[in-house]
């Protein structure tokens, strides 16, 4: 008994000793600064994948089929549309000039914010800054037409017309054109710089066959995107009557010698004499949905944009039965990895990290602890009373004992 009371007085004179040096101690810089917020943490960089390097990419198992071989195309890419996982590519993010295949990321990022039964007149300052020999689907200065008539003028005829004037009712081309920039960086496609909303050759206006897959993908899950690519042929308004026209993808249509694909839903095809030809074809297959770009084919024949693309959705098909494996997704970073774990913040969780720093048991008493809050002093605290404490326990044992400290 006596033992307890000596040891508990001791702990009180250890306490108030600590408790003296805590007020000599300047205060951390955190106590000062309390109300201040956080820095932000830095932003993580993009995760490396085996798409950031050059060169053909494919997880094949034995039973995989073997990639076409005669493929042309500078870069492309198969993906499933519904997962974002990349079956294979070649080049993925090789920066190249997309030619109207930009129109998909234009679609994208206007579509939601037209009204399809708006109507609008198209006027001279509007379609002033179409680019010399342009797509164009015919749009007249003092002719009045519907959002919905517009868009099919995008995306059958690839009219440059068609997109000047979107572009004007939704903001302007400068607004439009950072829009865009900003619809790429929230979808993760980081290869594409954005100057013209038609895809214009413009000094620096680039994109991958990654972020194509990517802006194709996005369109593919907006029913309005899904219903303006896959339509052949519809009716455009005139000067008092209208005229037919047709989509210029020749997978969708069948022309030109080119057969039709089965399941094909499109997206968009491109040309300009700088990016060559490119494509954005999706098909879907029982219950799957494939996505594949293409990218400038060397190939001198010139609908070989088609039938490279073909090749790669009949392989896509067929390897996605066999257990290939992705090589990387079109997901952006965040919706990529899993998000951590939150810490548990509950009372009983705290009871046992508070048991585990202190290395007690259930049962054990524990020793007091000061802590001063804000000030990050408690470990300071207990570090100078625990040593205090300890002095004067092996003190009084040694004195028990007979013997003593020199003097």
């Not at 001791?10 to 201040?36: D, F, K, N, Q």
């Not at 054109?177 to 413009?202: C, I, S």
């Not at 259930?362 to 300071?380: H, K």
């Amino acid at each position: 008994m006596a033992v307890r009371h000596l040891l508990r007085s001791y702990v009180i004179r250890a306490v108030a000793l600590a408790t003296g040096a805590l007020v000599l101690l300047p205060a951390p810089a955190a106590a000062l600064s309390a109300a201040e917020p956080a820095p932000p943490r830095p932003r993580p960089a993009p995760p490396r994948s085996l798409l950031d390097g050059p060169g053909t990419k494919v997880r094949a198992t034995r039973s995989t089929p073997d990639l076409p071989e005669d493929l042309s195309a500078l870069s492309w890419l198969v993906a499933d549309a519904d997962t974002g996982e990349v079956i294979a590519a070649r080049n993925a993010h090789r920066r190249l000039p997309p030619a109207s295949t930009l129109k998909t990321l234009f679609a994208v990022t206007v579509l939601p914010h037209l009204d399809p039964r708006r109507r609008h007149t198209a006027t001279d300052e509007e379609l002033a800054d179409v680019g010399e020999g342009s797509s164009l689907v015919g749009v007249s200065p003092g002719l009045t037409y519907r959002v919905a008539d517009l868009w099919r003028g995008v995306f059958l005829m690839s009219g440059n017309d068609a997109v000047h004037v979107l572009a004007a009712m939704n903001g302007g081309l400068e607004t439009t054109v950072r829009q865009m920039q900003d619809k790429a960086r929230a979808l993760g496609a980081r290869d594409t710089r954005v100057v013209t909303p038609d895809g214009y050759d413009e000094p620096g206006q680039v994109s991958s066959a990654y972020d194509l897959a990517v802006f194709g993908r996005a369109g593919l899950r907006d029913p309005d995107f899904v219903r303006y690519c896959s339509t052949a042929e519809a009716d455009f308004p005139g000067d008092g009557y209208s005229y037919p026209i047709m989509n210029t993808n020749r997978l969708l249509t069948g022309a030109d010698g080119v057969g039709r694909y089965p399941g094909l839903i499109g997206v968009k095809n491109g040309y300009t004499s700088n990016a060559g030809y490119t494509l954005i074809a999706a098909a879907r297959h029982e219950g799957r949905t494939l996505l594949v770009t293409v990218m400038n084919p060397q190939s001198d024949d010139g609908q070989a944009v088609y039938e490279e693309a073909r090749e790669l959705l009949d392989w896509g098909f067929d390897a996605v039965g066999s257990g290939v494996r992705p090589v990387g997704s079109l997901l952006p970073p965040s919706a990529a990895r899993p998000a951590a774990a939150a810490e548990p913040t509950d009372q009983a969780t705290q009871h046992q990290r508070a048991e585990k720093a202190g290395g007690g048991r259930p049962g054990e008493t524990a020793w007091p602890v000061l802590a001063i809050a804000g000030t990050g002093s408690a470990v300071l605290v207990s570090g100078v009373l625990a040593t205090g404490v300890l002095v004067m326990v092996r003190r009084r044992n040694k004195q028990q004992a007979g013997g003593g400290e020199p003097a």
